[in-house]
Nanobody, 122 residues
Framework: QVQLVESGGGLVQAGGSLRLSCAAS????????MGWFRQAPGKEREFVAA????????HYADSVKGRFTISRDNAKNTVYLQMNSLKPEDTAVYSC???????????????WGQGTQVTVSS
């Protein structure tokens, strides 16, 4: 069992930056691939970024490539999402998820956090 808690969301102006954190409980965190997903009002949840269990592989949605960076610290049981050059269209609830494979498909992740709101003003 893995419990995930996100933090770091907030209100930021377009062009600004935020760093989201996802803290995991349990000693098995390092076994899991981790993903970030987001859901804007009235829209379906979409993949943002993912990282393998050891951090050696990452994958990004085209819409965030070059602006967002996913990383993890297994010693701290935490995964991060550094978001730069934010745009109003990045506004959404961001959730982290843990799964056995690095993938863009939400249904392949086993554990989910509650999410943190990111709002980007124009």
């Amino acid at each position: 069992q893995v419990q995930l808690v996100e933090s770091g969301g907030g209100l930021v102006q377009a062009g600004g930056s935020l760093r989201l954190s996802c803290a995991a409980s349990g000693r098995t965190f390092s076994r899991y691939a981790m993903g970030w997903f987001r859901q804007a009002p009235g829209k379906e949840r979409e993949f943002v970024a993912a990282i393998s269990w050891n951090g050696e592989r990452t994958h990004y949605a085209d819409s965030v490539k070059g602006r967002f960076t996913i990383s993890r610290d297994n010693a701290k049981n935490t995964v991060y999402l550094q978001m730069n050059s934010l745009k109003p269209e990045d506004t959404a609830v961001y959730s982290c998820a843990a799964g056995m494979v690095i993938d863009t498909t939400a249904s392949l992740y086993d554990y989910w956090g509650q999410g943190t709101q990111v709002t980007v003003s124009s």
